[in-house]
């Protein structure tokens, strides 16, 4: 499901600032990402038909480069229009509960923070776990305190079978230690949405990867 290195690549409305968040992640499918989550969160968020609408152009995008689509938190949305996948934290939906709905054929991502957090993510069937903030980060106004690569390394040698997201203020300046951590991919708001040229920015990202572990 992630082939090292991936670039995972999340976006709501509010992170795009002024640009076209549809012409941010065209220029980040063509630099290279292997996933897209949708993140419509905040103040102005996109809701019911709207957010549909939205999802679906997003979703059409992802589909034309083969790239999977997961919906953030809104397990209703991502059934209704066939998501790849869903990404849940800790705060939403229980995510066994969540498994149980979409059953085998949809993605089930996990936001951890801990050892003893992956490994219930774990027992209640995640597909991966996105672990973080790896670093400081100003896209998600309640996130822990960073704790660098340290978690990584604990989790990737607990579960070594289960794919690990780096997440947290990754850019292409500082992904090379996460990769070598050992997590399959990093996972990049503002780095991306943020920057002129998406494209390049995804391909800088990836090659801050220098093979190995
Ligand atoms: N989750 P940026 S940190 C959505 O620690 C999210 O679980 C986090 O955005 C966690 O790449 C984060 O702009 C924000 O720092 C990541």
Redesign the pocket.
């Known amino acids: 499901m992630f082939n090292k290195p991936s670039v995972y690549f ?1 976006l709501g409305t509010a ?1 795009a600032g002024r640009r076209d968040p549809l012409h941010i992640l065209g220029e980040a499918l063509e630099g290279g990402i292997s996933h897209f989550q949708l ?1 419509e969160k905040g103040t102005g968020a996109l809701t019911g038909q709207a957010l549909k609408d939205f999802a679906l152009q997003c979703q059409k995008l992802c589909r034309a480069r083969n790239v999977p689509f997961i919906v953030n938190d809104d397990v209703a949305l991502a059934c209704d229009i066939n998501a790849d996948g869903i990404h849940v ?1 800790q705060e939403d939906a229980d995510a066994a509960a969540v498994k149980k709905r979409i059953g085998k054929n949809m993605i089930l991502g996990v ?1 951890v ?1 801990s050892v003893e957090e992956a490994e219930n993510a774990i027992k209640n069937g995640a597909d991966y776990l ?4 790896v ?1 400081g ?4 106004s309640d ?2 305190e960073p704790s660098g690569v340290t978690k990584i390394l604990k989790v990737r040698e607990r579960f070594p079978d289960t794919p690990v997201i780096g ?4 850019t292409s300046l500082n992904a090379g230690p996460v990769w070598d951590a050992g997590a399959e991919g990093v ?5 991306i ?1 943020e920057s002129d040229n998406a494209e390049q920015e995804v391909k800088h990202i990836l090659n801050a990867y220098k093979g190995g572990s």
């Not at 996105?130 to 903030?133: A, E, K, L, S, V």
């Not at 980060?137 to 998600?140: A, D, G, H, L």
């Open positions: 999340i992170n993140r934290g936001s923070h996105g672990m973080g903030p670093y980060t100003k896209s998600k996130a822990k997440i947290g203020g990754i996972a990049v708001i503002s780095a949405a």
